[in-house]
């Protein structure tokens, strides 16, 4: 999802200006990486419902919306009747929704395939299964051991996830304090022949539904502090698959295609690491926990331009 709007939430001022600010450079990330690698990144700006399955959910929401609005966001309370001429799938029973119609979604697996076409187009090399140490000499950063075998570097990028704190040779001082947060995620399929289950990006406080122009429809995220491990366990199906239902019951009828488990990066108060270290020659590009493919762009301009020694906004 790239959805600034519906991920607001309390406290998290400086977040939301980050994410809105990269959700504004996506329409021309995406056009220009399709053009010139003739491949698809899945974006679309959809809008999204962030829906209140019952009163208790109404109550949050509310008070999620009237943040929203203070905040300047575009963003309508939408009565129970409203949002399902918007999305007739939707329960019979739900309480209310936030329409935001600015948000969008992109599809991670063909946004990578498309960047790796840019990258080998472009000359970079990518390499992977390799064991990776950062080299310091004196004061600074000197470049990257993969395999023993050294590559010198003006600047070195940490955009290792959840394992940025952790990779060889960084200096104790430096090394980002960043954890992992399991996310489980399911994935369905409409039938053939069938209506799509949603146009827009679907959410409740307790799931969200994402569907592809395919037919393939995601529903996630499960957040679990279980340190390392990216097993899929039937708990989180079934709190994922319950969560679904409840909004959209035609849920129920899909094709069951498959789950995953991967790891947020996150950090102590959730911003992102994004520009120079305190080490001349690394540069953070880290710890970006729920927001990775929504930062993409702003991430991108930033590394790119703290690699050439600009400034970089705070």
């Known amino acids: 999802m790239l959805a600034p709007v519906t991920e607001a939430d309390f406290g998290e001022d400086e977040l939301l200006r980050l994410n809105l600010e990269s959700a504004a450079l996506w329409p021309g990330f995406a056009a220009e990486l399709e053009e010139r690698t003739g491949m698809p990144t899945g974006y679309a700006r959809s809008g ?64 990578v395939a498309a960047l790796t076409r840019a990258i080998d187009d472009e000359g970079g090399e990518i390499r992977s299964g390799v064991e990776v140490a950062i080299r310091v ?53 409409t039938r053939p022949g069938a209506a799509p289950l949603a ?19 995601v529903v996630g995220a499960t ?27 035609d849920v129920w009828e899909l094709e069951f295609a498959g789950a995953l488990a991967g790891l947020r990066p996150a950090t102590p108060d959730n911003r992102p690491l994004i520009g120079p270290a305190p080490l001349d020659g690394l540069v953070y590009a880290t710890g970006h926990y729920r927001n990775g493919i929504l930062l993409a762009p702003l991430t991108a301009a930033r590394v790119a331009a703290a690699v050439a020694g600009e400034r970089v906004a705070a």
């Open 48 to 111: 999204a419902l962030f829906v209140a399955v019952d009163r208790d959910d109404a109550a949050e929401l509310r008070r999620l919306h009237d943040l929203q609005r203070s905040l300047g966001l575009d963003a309508d309370w939408l009565v129970p009747s409203a949002a399902r001429r918007l999305e007739p799938g939707l329960a019979p029973r739900i309480a209310g929704a936030i329409d935001a119609r600015g948000e969008a979604h992109a599809d991670p697996v063909a946004l």
């Open 223 to 249: 957040s679990d502090e279980r340190g390392f491990d990216t097993t899929v366990d039937a708990g989180g199906v079934h709190r994922l698959i319950e969560a679904a239902w409840e909004v959209l019951p």
């Open 137 to 189: 000499e004196g004061e600074r950063v000197a470049g990257v051991e993969a395999d023993a075998d050294f590559t010198a570097a003006g600047a070195v990028v940490l955009a290792a996830g959840c394992w940025s704190g952790r990779v060889a040779g960084l200096p104790a001082e430096v090394a980002p304090a960043i954890h992992p947060v399991r996310g489980q995620l399911l994935h369905l399929r």
């Open 199 to 217: 146009e827009r990006i679907v959410r409740t406080p307790r799931c969200y539904v994402v569907p592809r122009p395919d037919g393939r429809v």
